[in-house]
């Protein structure tokens, strides 16, 4: 028996190693590269430099950029401050509110399947006196809104709720969720790096007061991102996190990473320009990656919601199969997976275990991330490649010859390790 | 991670995959691990009777790569040998001829126990019989 790496033949077109982990990070883009080249050469100015040529192009070019970040998400250009990714960005957001708004009350709403950049920096907050209330999700990925409507109370500062699940691509329900916020004047933040550029996102229509934003996520070059701070309806006010020139109206000092920020920029404009029609696309290519693999495995499981789902995404389980040995099968593919094995902590993801899936079919998990630099063709020799390995997997599984001989699996008792 | 090229090919071609007849006299099963660790490992031997040397030796494993390629050097090692000797492979000689790393080594664990929980199986089937009631052995030629 082998895996017969050779058995699938990539077809005329497809190189290999193919790249299918697009929620993890996306190529730069060539025409962000550029954009971005004349600001990594000739055009080095500083932006803060207020007196001669070099600083005012960056200057320009910088305005330029929050600009075409603004439009893409219905902003205006004063309310977006640059930073250095999304990471930074969901740090100065909640950390900045929660030191502001201080007096006002010390509780923040978020949810479980969160980025870590957004649950580490709220557990942070509870050593500093805050109280988070961290809501369940439903068995589709989604929060219940009663759950938020009861978590919200007169001490309520902030609820911070992504717009999209890294792992999973599940889209939370951001409108109602701003519009209850609004209406209980509570603060709204979302991480939206997963869905903007990829699904309609809209700050005043969703009722958002302050998101997050990365350009790699989006096409553009690692090391910048945005903070969306709402200046009108409510006025938000944010502390600063890091002191220094006073760069981005006092809220993140540091000199403007102009190349990077020129970058994010021209991934913005794409991004709206392109967003409808590559939305189309990658879902159409989604949908076939899901329909071949359902037809030819049994025991395949869809994590997560697929109706509110942003279109590059499938996340599945190959029951009976361990992920990393998936992942090994088909290592000439990058794609991710929940299994414990490869994570650093050795423990399974946290999304998915949050979605009520057991541990063993979070450890069968495999994230197939589409974006715009993929083919039809390559998600064809993906589903070929995934299918072939899962089966010779499958020979190897006890759990799947004894699910076949109709033991159940769940009664047997295992000696955990 | 990357993987050594005797973890890669025991994944590739792994050895002595397959079932025995579990209900069988001379067959001991070892089933170890769990399905929420992600690793589930069943080693089966068949055991003559009469000089005690694993005849047969399956696996299937559920499992990273890794633990694949563990149980299936496991059965190539114990195939041959009496199960006394078997009793003798330790992990870290698994380790060792597989060069897996530090996170890796819960694999090789699980194969020893493995060979343990098999030959266990088989012992219980089998329980030491009286010098009386063996046979009586050939005479060399």
Redesign the interface.
């Known amino acids: 028996?082998?895996?017969?790496?050779s058995q699938v033949e990539a077809p005329a077109g497809v190189h290999l190693p193919i790249y299918m982990d697009n929620q993890a990070t996306t190529p730069l883009d060539p025409r962000v590269l550029e954009a971005m080249m004349p600001y990594l050469t000739a055009k080095f100015g500083n932006a803060a430099s207020r007196n001669h040529s070099f600083g005012w192009e960056a200057e320009q070019a910088v305005d330029a950029a929050r600009e075409q970040v603004a439009r893409l998400i219905g902003a205006t250009a004063k309310e977006i401050i640059f930073t250095s990714g999304a990471t930074e960005s969901d740090n100065l957001a909640i950390k900045g509110i929660a030191e502001m708004y201080r007096e006002r009350g010390n509780q923040i709403v978020t949810q479980v399947t969160e980025h870590k950049a957004v649950l580490d920096t709220c557990k942070r907050q509870e050593k500093r006196g805050y109280r988070v209330t961290y809501l369940p999700v439903k068995a589709d990925g989604r929060i219940d809104l009663e759950d938020l409507k009861r978590a919200i109370d007169d001490k309520t500062i902030l609820v911070t709720i992504m717009a999209a699940n890294n792992e999973i691509g599940v889209l939370q329900p951001i409108r109602e969720i701003g519009k209850l916020c609004h209406e209980r004047g509570v603060l709204f933040h979302t991480d939206a790096v997963q869905a903007v550029g990829k699904v309609p996102f809209h700050v005043i229509d969703d009722y958002v007061d302050v998101a997050s934003i990365s350009a790699h996520k989006i096409y553009g070059p690692k090391g910048v991102g945005a903070l969306y701070v709402r200046r009108r309806n409510p006025r938000v006010q944010i502390a600063a996190e890091i002191d220094g020139g006073g760069h981005e109206r006092g809220m993140r000092s540091g000199t403007l990473n102009v190349p990077g920020i020129v970058g994010l920029g021209k991934a913005c404009e794409l991004a709206q320009e392109e967003l409808l029609q590559e939305g189309r696309r990658l879902q159409a290519m989604r949908d076939r990656l899901k329909a071949k693999l359902e037809a030819e495995l049994d025991y395949v499981h869809v994590n997560g919601s697929m109706e509110h789902r942003i279109p590059g995404n499938l996340n599945m389980s190959f029951v009976?199969?361990?992920g990393?040995?998936l992942l090994?099968?088909i290592n000439d593919v990058a794609v991710s997976s929940g299994?414990?094995?490869t994570s650093a902590t050795?423990e399974?993801s946290y999304v998915l275990k949050a979605l009520g899936l057991?541990?063993?079919v979070a450890?069968s998990s495999i994230r197939f991330g589409l974006g715009r630099f993929n083919t039809e063709a390559e998600v064809d020799y993906v589903a070929n490649k995934v299918i072939q390995v899962v089966r010779h997997l499958r020979?190897?599984?006890?759990?799947?010859?004894m699910v076949k001989e109709g033991i159940d699996?769940t009664k047997?008792e295992?000696?955990?390790? | 991670m990357a993987?050594s090229d005797q973890v890669?090919d025991h994944?590739?071609?792994?050895r002595n995959?397959g079932?025995l007849d579990k209900n069988a006299a001379e067959v001991g099963t070892g089933?170890?691990?769990?399905?929420?660790?992600?690793?589930?490992?069943?080693l089966q031997i068949r055991v003559n009777p009469e000089t005690q040397v694993i005849e047969e030796a399956k696996f299937?494993?559920?499992?990273?790569?890794s633990?694949?390629a563990s149980s299936s050097l496991a059965t190539e090692w114990i195939k041959g040998r009496t199960v006394d000797d078997a009793m003798s492979i330790k992990n870290t000689d698994i380790v060792k001829e597989l060069s897996l790393p530090p996170?890796k080594i819960?694999c090789s664990?699980?194969a020893e126990?493995a060979i343990r929980a098999a030959i266990g199986d088989w012992k219980k089937k089998n329980p030491p019989r009286r010098i009386a009631e063996l046979p009586p052995q050939e005479p060399a030629k």
């Open positions: 028996m082998s895996t017969g790496s009976y199969v361990e990393e040995s090994m099968g299994s414990a094995c050795l399974p057991g541990d063993d450890h020979e190897l599984s006890p759990l799947y010859e699996i047997v295992w000696q955990a390790h | 993987y890669i994944y590739n071609h792994p995959v079932t089933l170890v691990g769990a399905p929420e660790c992600g690793d589930v490992m069943r299937k494993t559920f499992g990273c790569g633990a694949i996170v819960h664990v699980l126990d």
